[in-house]
C-alpha cells in the first residue's frame, strides 16, 4: 500500500481509522482529510468493513453534531451577555477593574473584546476618607482643582459639598479621586468647613498625570489669598472599562 506524505498508516489494515480521543483533538476537515487519505490506500484485497465505515461516518456525524452545539450555545451565551450589557447603558455600577481594584460610575458605552462584553464607564471625582489622621474639622467642604493651559486660560473640575459625617472612619483626611490627567500641573483649592467660604490653595501636584491627593490641613492652615481668577468649569471623568462579569452592584438609570 502506498503512503502520503506526512501521513502515517493505520496499525493494521482492516483497523478502523482513530479513536475516540484522537477524534476529539481534531476538528471535523482534519477528520474528513485524514479518512479520505486512509480509504485511498487502503488495501484494496482487504478493504474496511461496512461496519466500520458506518462507525467512522457515525463519528463524522458525532463530530459536527458537537461542533455545531459548541457553536449555537456560545452564539446563545454571547447574545444573552451582549443584552444584559447594553440594558446597563446609563446606569450606575460598581466593578472591579483589571487591576482588581473597586471603581463605580456611569456605563456609557459597550463593547466586545474577545467574545466578551466590556463596559466602558464615566468615573466622577469623588472624595472618601483617607486612611490617616489629618486637622481637617468636620463640615462640608467644597474642592476645585485647577490647571492652565498653554494660552493661559484656567479650567477646573469641583468636588462639591463633601460632607465629614458621610465619610466612612473621617480621622480628619480626605481623599479626593479620578482627578483629571492633564499636560500641566494642578493647583487644589478648597472651602472652610461651612462649604462657602474663600477658596484657599491646599495643594499644589507638580505632576500633570497625579489623579489623586490627600488633604490633611486645617483651614487655618490653608494658603495664600482665596482665588478670584475667572475659571471655565468643565463637567469631567475619567474613563475606565470593565468586564461586565465583575459588576458587582448596579443602580439602574432614572427614567
Do not use: C
Not at 484494496?44 to 450555545?73: H, M, W, Y
Not at 462639591?160 to 459625617?165: F, H, Q
Not at 466612612?168 to 492633564?182: C, K, S, Y
Amino acid at each position: 500500500m502506498s503512503q502520503l506524505p506526512g501521513i502515517n498508516p493505520a496499525a493494521s489494515s482492516n483497523q478502523a481509522f482513530g479513536s475516540a480521543n484522537t477524534l476529539n483533538d481534531l476538528d471535523l476537515d482534519s477528520f474528513l482529510h485524514l479518512m479520505i487519505a486512509e480509504l485511498q490506500n487502503q488495501d484494496p484485497l482487504n478493504p474496511l468493513e461496512n461496519d466500520e465505515l458506518l462507525a467512522q461516518i457515525s463519528q463524522i456525524r458525532e463530530v459536527g453534531a458537537t461542533e455545531k452545539l459548541t457553536e449555537t450555545l456560545d452564539a446563545v451565551l454571547l447574545g444573552q451577555n451582549i443584552s444584559s450589557a447594553t440594558n446597563l447603558i446609563g446606569a450606575d455600577v460598581v466593578a472591579l477593574n483589571n487591576e482588581g481594584q473597586r471603581v463605580s460610575g456611569n456605563v456609557r458605552v459597550v463593547t466586545i473584546e474577545n467574545g466578551q462584553p466590556k463596559l466602558e464607564l464615566a468615573v466622577d471625582q469623588t472624595a472618601t476618607a483617607a486612611p490617616r489622621e489629618g486637622d481637617i474639622a468636620a463640615g462640608t467642604y467644597t474642592y476645585e482643582v485647577v490647571w492652565e493651559s498653554d494660552s493661559g486660560a484656567l479650567f477646573g473640575v469641583e468636588v462639591e459639598n463633601v460632607s465629614t459625617s458621610s465619610l466612612v472612619n473621617f480621622q480628619g483626611a480626605i481623599r479626593l479621586n479620578n482627578l483629571p490627567e492633564t499636560d500641566v500641573p494642578k493647583k487644589v483649592y478648597r472651602t472652610d468647613n461651612t462649604g462657602e467660604g474663600d477658596r484657599k490653595l491646599v495643594a499644589e501636584l507638580p505632576h500633570g498625570s497625579t489623579t489623586s491627593f490627600v488633604d490633611t490641613l486645617a483651614d487655618s492652615e490653608r494658603l495664600g489669598d482665596p482665588i478670584t481668577a475667572q475659571i471655565q468649569k468643565l463637567e469631567y471623568a475619567n474613563r475606565v472599562t470593565v468586564s461586565l462579569n465583575n459588576v458587582g452592584e448596579v443602580r439602574p438609570p432614572e427614567n
